[in-house]
């Protein structure tokens, strides 16, 4: 179920991705897939890959911008400095983990 971005998102999915062109859009539609009775939001953060990683997020941010918070820096900062950003921007009661080269199966997993 979508919601409208006025309601504040009870999950938020946080995705930290460097070069993972191979596999970010498995874990972007692992996210979009989800079903759930209560609004989530997805921030991702691509600590700027060398591969074609943000043309690939930029698909979807296009595809569903109500959904995405694209917190990506201008220049590499590295896991710890992309971790805390990606924390500091979620906005959700709760937080979901999975990074760039992992994905979902379970459409219901944050239900």
């Not at 990683?53 to 896991?79: E, R, W, Y």
């Amino acid at each position: 179920m979508l919601f409208p971005k006025i309601m504040k998102p009870l999950v938020s999915i946080c995705c930290m991705t460097y070069n993972h062109e191979k596999y970010i859009e498995d874990s972007l539609k692992g996210f979009l897939l989800q079903k759930t009775n209560f609004p989530f939001e997805i921030v991702i953060s691509n600590d700027c890959s060398s591969d074609n990683t943000q043309i690939l997020i930029n698909k979807c941010k296009i595809m569903h911008p109500n959904l995405f918070k694209d917190v990506s820096p201008q220049i590499n900062i590295g896991a710890k400095e992309n971790f805390n950003r990606i924390i500091e921007s979620a906005e959700g009661k709760y937080i979901a983990f999975c990074e760039g080269d992992d994905y979902w199966i379970d459409t219901n997993k944050l239900q």
